[in-house]
């Protein structure tokens, strides 16, 4: 067996609960090495408590996880809840060059000269930069990645996938990112309903095939609905002609009591027929669908929001003019003007640690202290969903932290929750055992009992399943008030978002175009440059060519034109 194909995790027979609640369900899967598999799944299916008994944090309840002698797995937790003291106890024991090079190839500038206070205050995606640096440097064997693109700008993402690419060892990626999921990955373990299933091919082809196979299934499921359905009618009728013939049987009649005895017998054999043919249908019908049985594939949750937004108010709602921020001798921006108007979508572009969810704080008063002037309308109803979900009371229940009490509130909070996909044992749970999805949908809700203007989505989509971020899109785009919003979800962004607020160089500028002409812009004005370059070369050579007509070929000036005329041509060649 040649080295790439060696298998590297083995899972047998794995099952795991927690509480009453059955999570995996006799898993059975190889993870061969070189393998890019993404392990995909809705909130709450499995998969971090797959990765942690890959890992070793957890220990199956039944089954068992055989791994290649000596195997290194470098692990990236979900959670970026890091302190101070974890950053600091693992600098120790890894190879400084290697975590500091990492850190520079992912954006983090000089880590060797951070002090305490400079690493506590990091924002998530800091937080999150550290952690991949220090996974890389310890030099594993296996990655497992769980929502590595959580709180990353794009300057990380695009280094991880680079990272990931000159990676020869196999890698299980845990994401929800759609577009990451298509650079990176080869391979979908899908967990659904406690079981696995493998589909070859990244994010895209899975999707493709999952939506062919449901289609296959419901039309063998309508198939054998009919045919059930045929056979139940015909036992209908042989039990009507059976009942019939039983009545017939009993009945008293007139006439000679012998005829009486024949007639009624007749009818007994008659209906005794009857039920043997009713029972060898049923037998059958059983039999079949024992053996073939096709189940009604179960379709897919659909996740609805609502958000209610009030009449327009004044045009301008937010106005930056000479806005600077700074943290002890750390700069974030300065000198900074910008505005907001009703109903536009904004997106919030920049590295991590730029200042993006510090303007946030601004904007929603939680971080007063600035320079220069922030004005928002005093008539505009803010609301903000936070990245962080430790904020939820652990040890109440969605509804009790939700803090309504009203029955018609409560009902309504119910649906909203159902929607969303959180069923009645899961909100009759604490939340500190929901997962970081499920409590990211009991903030969603909180929203959702109010009416706002303006919503600041901080990271929405974070811990967000594909069915409820590709509804949450769908919803957004509906919303008429106004939404700011900081995503490292490339295609969340790009559909919601027409105009940006752009962090760089330590200042903050306002850009007129979608996330998608931003990254491009480049490119785009590559290509303005070579239309003028070659409209400016056509009109000199129409130039020449009207001279040339004019003068005669012995003339010393026409082999002057004539050899700018062919070199005219191989520039607008080359163009």
Sequence with gaps: MQKNQMTVVKGLGLDKSFHVRKVLNNINFEIKNGERIGLVGNNGAGKTTLANLIFGRLSPDKGMIEKSKDLRIGYLSQSIDYEVSHFQQSFVGIEENELFHHASGLGLKKVYDWKENRLSHLSGGEKLKLALSMVWSSKPDFLILDEPTNHLDFTGIDWLVSELAKFHGPVLIISHDRHFLNKTVNRIFELENSNIQFYNGNYSDYREEKQQKLANQRHQYNVQQRQVEMVESQMEQLK????????????????????????????????????????????RLQNELD?????????????????????????????????????????????????????????????NGCGKTTLIKMIIGNEPFFEGELWKSESIKIAYLSQDVADLPADKTAIEALGITERESILQARTYLANLGLTEQHITKPIGTLSLGERTRVKLVDMLMKEYDVLILDEPTNHLDLPSREQLEKTLSAFSGTIITVSHDYYFLNKLCDRLLVFENQGIKRFEMKPEEYFNKDKKNDVDHRKEALMIIENRIAAILGELSLIDQKDPKYFVLDREFNHLLKEKKNL
């Design 240 to 283: 009507s002609w059976s009942e019939k013939a039983h009545r017939e049987s009993t009945k008293k009649g007139s006439g000679p009591s012998k005829r009486q005895n024949g007639f009624k017998e007749y009818h007994r054999v008659k209906a005794k027929k009857r039920d043997n043919q009713v029972k060898s249908k049923m037998t």
């Design 291 to 351: 053996k073939h049985k096709v189940d009604k594939p179960a379709e897919e949750v659909a996740v609805r929001f609502q958000f209610d937004s009030q009449g327009k108010r004044g045009k301008r709602i937010i106005e930056a003019k000479g806005l600077s921020k700074a943290f002890a001798d750390r700069r974030l921006f300065q000198d900074s003007h910008f505005y907001i108007n009703h109903g536009e979508r904004i997106g919030l572009l920049g590295e």
